[in-house]
């Protein structure tokens, strides 16, 4: 039977992130938490695959008790079982602790009920780092396809998929052998809107919480920041730069504006440039 | 006494190299000139050294001389004419276990951030993401310098530095022109050392059936000389032809800031910021971009930023050296004016 893993993160809106500038420190507050967007069109492809062939989809996340909601969420988008890892002494855990910790769970998921993709968002828009996904990869010694844009063809009895990739240049049109798992962006798939059985049962739904304890044996020294090989050694604000002239058309009328932008692009040696561009 | 190894990952396809390995290596001499006296003391060498991978690019590894390699690592097989993840990381991982590393670069593109999680998981060590800043630096506790890796957070509102302590090469990706191109030097000498590839198709694991070259539009908007960028102030998507219009009168292309990706009205290409493409052309004309901070850490490397916002206090004004505030659509149609006048007249 068809089953698909999707890897989800909460994530703050990093859109509605705001810097005190008293303090310059992060405002926080007020800041929603969100179900990471590549994630979640990752987690739609998924689905509409178990509508086409049947079978389900599990998704699994890593965080504190908050990230119930997004795994709820997840549900209502048409996820069948939710797995949150959730332990204190997974906190603080860069991405090389993070792929640790997700790939051993994938492969105790997968011996319960044999997995055939897996699916991550490209990056995740708070760190940005798109690191873990191939790490996970790695970890588990299957093949990863990132940028994925669309899921040509899953065959589950040949044990193979045919997948698109974008990158800088083209795109790549992908044969791998399964279980694989691919990063995706968001044309992968569009998001549907709930249907209300999954909407209702969202509601009530409780998903299973791993920690340390169990069930995967966890090495306690892969794990949170004693598994991590980087620290963060400080933190500040970006540098201020030097702001340039300013001019205001109310004052000096549209054509002078002009005159005076490109006559100081002139003197920094921009003419040329600007003449260059005849051909 | 130890040799110090500053490597680049040498980038190409389809033998064309990408400059972003160029711009690597101009940072690795840079990083191993900050640990030279250190090195003098200890009676340590420091070299900066290339690892490229394909079939057929010796000539590549040739340039890579120029550019500033003391050495290439060239590995030329057919299992490695085009890229794919397992192959790749394997013989990254591999080459690097053999000689030991002290830190390694990679450039953030689209091939460079497939590669780089996944040597550095391999390899067990701390990889940081798109740094914007790199440095040796004196840490406490540590009696050589560390890498200070330094990269845009949430956003792009706050900067994290990162410091990998223990674990080997202490590795960074970067993404293409947040660093200068160095000097090419046809004289510089150095040796290309070939190894034996042990990658083999059977542990590919995938196979590219076809490769699908986009017919349309193509921007390579990284490598731009002027790029005219629109934000929300455009007000309309019709207001993207007007910067069409403004960008082929210059020879340039059109750029965008978020909200315009997100509204549909222009491909990601052509997005400029944190989660689109770092540029540094020598012109840069945002037309009503407000100038979040996701949007300025993606070009306030430009050599000449010209902003046009009707908000005499947006924050995009900050960057600019000129700031001309005033409605977008009476400026930008006299800058067309006033352009082709001068062309006229030198003509």
Sequence with gaps: ?279 | MTIRRFWVFIEQEEGKVHPVSWELLGVARMLASQVAEEAAATGDDVVVEGVLLGENVEHIAQEALYYGADRVYLFDDPVLAYYRNCPYYQTLSAVSKKYGPEVFLIGATTLGRDLAGAVATSLHTGLTADCTALEMGEVKGSQKRLLLATRPAFGGNIMATILCRNERPQMSSVRPRVFPMPERNPDAKGEIVREEVEATEESAMACVLEFIHSKGESVNIEYADVIVSGGRGLGTPEGLKLLQELADELGGVVGASRPLIDSGWISYAHQVGQSGRTVRPKLYIAAGISGALQHKVGMQNSDFIIAINSDPNAPIFDVADVGIVGDLYQVIPEMLKQIRALKEATA
């Design chain 1, 1 to 279: 039977m068809f089953h698909a893993l999707v890897a989800v993160k909460q994530v703050p809106d990093t859109t509605n992130i705001r810097i005190d500038s008293e303090t310059g420190n992060l405002v926080r507050e007020g800041v929603p938490a969100i179900m990471n967007p590549y994630d979640a069109h990752a987690l739609a492809e998924a689905v509409r695959w178990k509508q086409q062939l049947g079978g389900k989809v599990t998704v699994l996340s890593m965080g504190p008790n908050s990230f119930i909601s997004t795994l709820r969420e997840a549900v209502e988008l048409g996820a069948d079982r939710g797995v949150l890892l959730t332990d204190r002494k997974f906190a603080g855990a860069d991405t090389l602790a993070t792929s640790y910790v997700l790939a051993e769970t994938i492969k105790a998921i997968h011996e319960q009920d044999p997995i055939h993709l897996i699916f991550f968002g490209k990056q995740a828009i708070d760190g940005d780092t798109a690191q873990v996904g191939p790490g996970v990869a790695v970890r588990l010694g299957l093949p990863i396809v990132t940028y994925a844009v669309k899921i040509r063809e899953v065959n589950l009895e040949e044990g193979r998929a045919v997948i698109e990739r974008k990158t800088e240049r083209w795109t790549e049109v992908v044969e791998t052998s399964l279980p694989v798992l691919l990063t995706c962006e968001k044309e992968i798939a569009e998001i549907p809107f709930a249907p209300l059985p999954d909407l209702i049962r969202s509601l009530r739904y409780d998903p299973e919480m791993w920690t340390m304890e169990g069930p995967c044996n966890f090495e306690l020294d892969q794990v949170g920041v004693k598994g991590s090989p980087t620290i963060v050694y400080k933190m500040g604000t970006p540098p201020l730069p030097q702001p340039g002239e300013q001019i205001n058309t109310r004052e000096s009328g549209i054509e002078e504006a002009v005159k005076f932008a490109f006559d100081k692009a002139n003197k920094a040696g921009i003419v040329k440039l600007i003449l260059g561009g005849a051909r």
